[in-house]
Nanobody
Framework: VQLQASGGGLVQAGGSLRLSCATS????????VGWFRQAPGKEREFVAA????????YYSESVKDRFTISRDNAKDTVYLQMNNLRPEDTALYYC???????????????????WGQGTLVTVSS
């Protein structure tokens, strides 16, 4: 499974960006695709995830109500729509995927077997 993240950039606080995670796998049955981020000097943290089959979504408290994760079956792509961005959202954003991730582990980076390269999001104040 290969993942390609894109869509990062520089935006002012309050602005929006949409990240894309293009996947190489045609069938993602039972897979979970997630977004994580890592700011300079900080640990990688969970942002959002989506179960491919059910479209059930999960969010961190810090982005809930501002970010939306979704998937497009026809394009084999997962999106992260980020609204009302804040300077503390500045980070390198990664998409990741794995199959059969149990709900209790879905926010853990160690549960994901496949990772894309990061895309940088910078939010200016």
């Amino acid at each position: 499974v290969q993942l390609q993240a894109s869509g990062g950039g520089l935006v002012q606080a309050g602005g929006s960006l949409r990240l894309s995670c293009a996947t190489s796998r045609r069938t993602f049955s039972n897979y979970v695709v997630g977004w994580f981020r890592q700011a300079p000097g900080k640990e990688r943290e969970f942002v959002a995830a989506i179960r491919w089959n059910s479209r059930y979504t999960y969010y961190s408290e810090s982005v809930k109500d501002r970010f939306t994760i979704s998937r497009d079956n026809a394009k084999d792509t997962v999106y992260l729509q980020m609204n009302n961005l804040r300077p503390e959202d500045t980070a390198l954003y990664y998409c990741a995927a794995s199959d059969r991730v149990i709900t209790s582990a879905i926010r853990s980076a160690s549960a994901y077997a496949h990772w894309g390269q990061g895309t940088l999001v910078t939010v200016s104040s």
